[in-house]
Nanobody
Framework: QVQLVESGGGLVQPGGSLRLSCSTSGFTFRSYTMRWYRQTPGAEREFVASITSTGGWSNYADSVKGRFTISRDNAKNTVYLQMNSLKPEDTAVYSC??????????WGQGTQVTVSS
């Protein structure tokens, strides 16, 4: 059973930093690209960042480029999202995602990030 569990969200002031984690189980983590998305109420889910299976290549939404860094630890089956220089518009529920061809797309429950003074 594929499981994705996000953690690390919270309330932070503008300009601050947070590090999100997504711990996984139930699949061969080191074989798959991992992604982070975010969603605010009433809006569609927005792509944030992705990282390939070996961590050799990553991709970012323009809105977070230069501020967010995605990384992974294949020994710990965990993907991370380091978020720096946070802005109020970064406020959202952040979720990790994996697409496994045999079983489909899997999501975690999400973690709330609130950027406010």
């Amino acid at each position: 059973q594929v499981q994705l569990v996000e953690s690390g969200g919270g309330l932070v002031q503008p300009g601050g930093s947070l590090r999100l984690s997504c711990s996984t189980s139930g699949f061969t983590f080191r074989s798959y690209t991992m992604r982070w998305y975010r969603q605010t109420p009433g809006a569609e889910r927005e792509f944030v960042a992705s990282i390939t299976s070996t961590g050799g290549w990553s991709n970012y939404a323009d809105s977070v480029k230069g501020r967010f860094t995605i990384s992974r630890d294949n020994a710990k089956n965990t993907v991370y999202l380091q978020m720096n220089s946070l802005k109020p518009e970064d406020t959202a529920v952040y979720s990790c995602n994996v697409l496994i061809p045999v079983s489909g797309t899997h999501w975690g429950q999400g973690t709330q990030v609130t950027v406010s003074s």
